[in-house]
């Protein structure tokens, strides 16, 4: 496995690759949400490039950019067990130049971005589609792979695949949880004891509502009720219903229904995300 962590590097590299290239596009401080769609990537490809890049520009300038985890030599080992040709970790002047205020960015349309995730971390998804684009760019995978854990950021990639003419392949990859149903994310690190026990009702929240929704509740109202009531001790940013294939909000439940939770703990101020599919679970 090659760790490689500049831009020209990665063209060479690339380059000299024989078969079809895999792309897994991650922040790090992987865990094993991440090295499902790892482990799919090496099932799928002859090549895997996992990128390792906390990338400034999705952040909002309140957020956690600084005191993000950064566990570089722990995810190069789990790359290598799994598999990985190429990590690439770069800095960020390799990807950005010094000029960051300068950069051209890809921004998605106002009625993907308007909603959820996007109306609370304004310009997070132009961050996501720029730094997303080049490494398509760099990588020349005919195929890469996000978690339906980031629901919105799925839908975004897909649109921007389909509106730009991407020539790659999107694979959705299905939520990995803990025993207990907790979404795994790198920011559960951030977690104590008492704010993971609290966590843990926004995936109750979700797969209680997809019971409700299986014993024939169609109403919003019923669910968000239940949902809040579970979620107390937590700040909730939102609880929305939308179609899976359009993102558009919903107010009669059916089986294309995503039903979407965003929520900050009271100490440490993590903002959790997690999401369900009423009908499958996909
Ligand atoms: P991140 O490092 O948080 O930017 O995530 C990198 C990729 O891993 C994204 O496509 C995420 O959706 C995906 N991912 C993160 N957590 C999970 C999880 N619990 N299950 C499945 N995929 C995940």
Same mark, same amino acid.
């Given at each position: 496995m090659k760790i490689i962590d500049n831009i020209n590097d990665l063209k060479n590299e690339v380059k000299s690759l024989i078969g079809p290239i895999g792309l897994v596009p991650t922040m790090g401080a992987l865990h094993d949400g991440h090295k499902s769609l790892i482990d799919r990537a090496v099932k799928e490809n002859d090549n895997v490039i996992v990128s390792i890049f906390v990338n400034p520009?999705?952040? &909002?300038? /309140?957020? #956690?950019l600084d005191k993000y985890p950064r566990t570089l030599e722990q995810d190069v080992k789990l790359c290598q067990n799994a598999g990985v040709k190429i990590v690439f970790a770069p800095k960020v002047d390799e990807m =950005? &130049? !010094? #000029? $960051? /205020?300068n950069l051209t960015l890809i921004c998605p349309p106002y009625s993907a971005v308007d909603k959820l995730c996007g109306k609370s971390r304004v310009g997070h998804f132009d961050g996501v589609c720029s730094v997303v684009a080049k490494l398509f760019n760099l990588s020349k995978a005919q195929k890469a792979y996000f978690g339906q854990k980031d629901a919105q950021q799925l839908f975004i990639i897909q649109k921007m695949v389909k509106d730009l003419d991407f020539d790659i392949e999107i694979v959705p990859c299905p939520i990995v949880r803990e025993a207990d149903n907790l979404a795994l994310s790198s @920011? /559960? @690190? =951030?977690? /104590?004891e008492e704010e993971r026990k609290l966590a843990l009702n926004i995936s109750k929240s979700l797969f209680e509502a997809k019971k409700m929704y299986e014993m024939g509740? $169609?109403?919003t109202n019923k669910i968000i009720d239940n949902s809040l009531n579970l979620m107390q001790g937590l700040e909730v940013e939102y609880i929305e219903f939308v179609d899976?294939? !359009?993102f558009e909000f919903q107010q009669n439940l059916n089986d294309n229904t995503i039903m979407l939770i965003a929520a900050k703990t009271p100490i440490s101020n993590t903002r959790l995300i997690d999401n369900i599919n009423l009908c499958t679970n996909f």
């Open positions: 520009i999705q952040f &909002g300038a /309140n957020e #956690d =950005y &130049g !010094t #000029d $960051k /205020n @920011r /559960n @690190r =951030y977690l /104590n509740i $169609k109403e899976k294939n !359009t």
